[in-house]
């Protein structure tokens, strides 16, 4: 299986469609393929019918959180009248995005894994993802979960609901900035409001 | 021809939305239900005893694993894996050691991969025994089955107990090998246990194949297409119950697989009968790999000197590591950032994947079946909710 080849059978039969190719430093050598959200079902299809990559095994997401890259650059300036150079460290801000890696493997021609990636545009607002499980139907449960535990929506998914946490719960647990609270298991005790319901309920039923 | 007048019951609950009158009835499986092999509830709606729709619900046993792998350094999470399936502890150790070795490029000494495979074939023989005693006592065969497997399984946990020191959590590899090697005599009464396995499997067989109430209740019911076991990424014997060839100490001849001569058990009709004796046989070619390996088994060291226990920290990159656990494919997904810690932990439970079906199996069954259908799935709840 050769990354480069399938790159380019892709972008030869899916009009218009970016990818990247993603290089892994580690020993492990498993590149991964990153596709534009636009075109991701398109090439998704293209992956099972026509490369036969017909078993998606893992989908998992991952968060890339905003982070400040400083690099130290030497500058020209002039000081006191003579030029100099001048050390200066330029920040530059990386904007942050979360991410869907689908494990690609073919049960036929036995290969694999090729990871897919989908990145969404920031942490916030622009959390959506076109959804893999009309692809793949594995992905339900597992695009489910990282709905629940990093937020990202996959559009077009068929039941899209919290799948590990309960309905009520609001943030997004796997997310690199979670908070979590100091006690889980807090439950407001019977004082204020809720005593005074309670010693109203007693009085009107005697006490029983 | 004069049709009756029966009086009319005014429903119970709201008609169907498509104008029917059917009278469908929501129940709720579980959390305490005792076939749902722990914390697990599935929400049915019946029309009289039929299936007509039926949601999971998971989460009850969620303690967000991953989170806490990835505040762990990498040593370190090895305990914890255990705990996911808490049944085949051998088999989870292994997988993520294997992701990590991947991601870091070491290499696992001959003596350490025959320990892995005997011990992991070991694991399947327990996994699967108890598998069959449980499904059994699910379907209404009380006692005696379970108890006969659970007999089978305390010799295996005798074996396990001698060598690690412990019965269930095991914690046995390291990266780069096992944490012990053989105490003395091990050997001989893993070979004992090994010749006398076959001895457990003929009785059962007997007692329980040909059963004709075993085979009403299981053949045909929860039939899974071929197709469809590929596209939802079954794995393990639920995939193999279905006809896909499909076991990854072939595919991916990770460890010394490559050098034993067994063979892939498949199944022709994928109904919960297959997935029964896919079991069965499995165990028997489980049988074959044990018996070379403790035939060929080197000496040498058990764990690959160069690697630090301590103080590991992987290059940055990732990898994906997997191997057969007896439920099918265990993935560990790694992200190194170069700290001590991983920057991303993903375990792929083959428990929660092959509970994706659950509703396609059992929809016009009985309500009887989903509990057949349930048990021949086999999942443990500590991998489903992590």
Known sequence: ?208 | MSTLAYPTVPPILEPAVDGSEDQLLEISMGPQHPSTHGVFRMNVVLDGERVVKLKPIFGYLHRNHEKIAENETYLGSMPYTDRLDYLCSITNNWGYALAVEKLAGIQVPERAEYLRVITGELTRLQNHSCLLGFLLQDMGASGTPLMYAFREREKVLDLLEALTGSRMMCNYMRFGGCRTDLPAGWLDEAKKFVQEFPRFLDEFENLLVSNEVLMERTQGIGVMSKELAINAAMSGPMARASGVNYDIRKVDHYSIYDRFSFLVPLGDHGDVYDRYMIRFLEMRESLKILNEAMRDIPEGPIVDPKTKPRGFRPKPGEAYGRIESPKGELGFYLISDGSPNPYRYRVRPPSLINLTVLEDLCLGQNVADVVAILGSVDIVLGEVDR
């Open chain 1, 1 to 208: 299986m050769n990354l480069e080849t399938i790159k380019s059978e892709i972008e030869a039969s899916v009009p218009g469609c970016r990818l990247e190719i993603v290089s892994n430093p580690s020993p492990s050598g498993q590149h991964s393929l990153l596709v534009g959200p636009d075109h991701a079902v398109a090439v998704a299809t293209f992956l099972r019918d026509s490369a036969r990559f017909d078993y998606c095994s893992n989908v998992t997401g991952v968060d890339w959180p905003p982070k400040e890259l400083s690099e130290k650059i030497k500058v020209k300036k002039i000081v006191d009248g003579v030029e100099k150079d001048v050390d200066e460290v330029r920040k530059t801000s990386v904007p942050g995005y979360l991410e869907a890696v689908y494990h690609l493997f073919s049960v036929e021609l036995r290969e694999g894994p090729l990871p897919l990636r989908m990145r969404t545009q920031d942490r916030e607002a622009g959390v959506h993802l076109p959804s893999l499980t009309p692809v793949w139907r594995s992905a339900e449960f597992q695009e489910r979960e990282i709905f629940d535990l990093f937020g990202i929506v996959f559009d077009g998914h068929p039941d899209l609901r919290r799948i590990l946490m309960w309905d009520g719960f609001v943030d997004h647990p796997m997310r690199r900035d979670y908070v979590d609270p100091d006690d889980y298991e807090y439950e407001p005790t019977a004082h204020d409001q809720v005593l005074q319901r309670a010693n109203q309920h007693l009085n009107q039923t005697g006490g029983q």
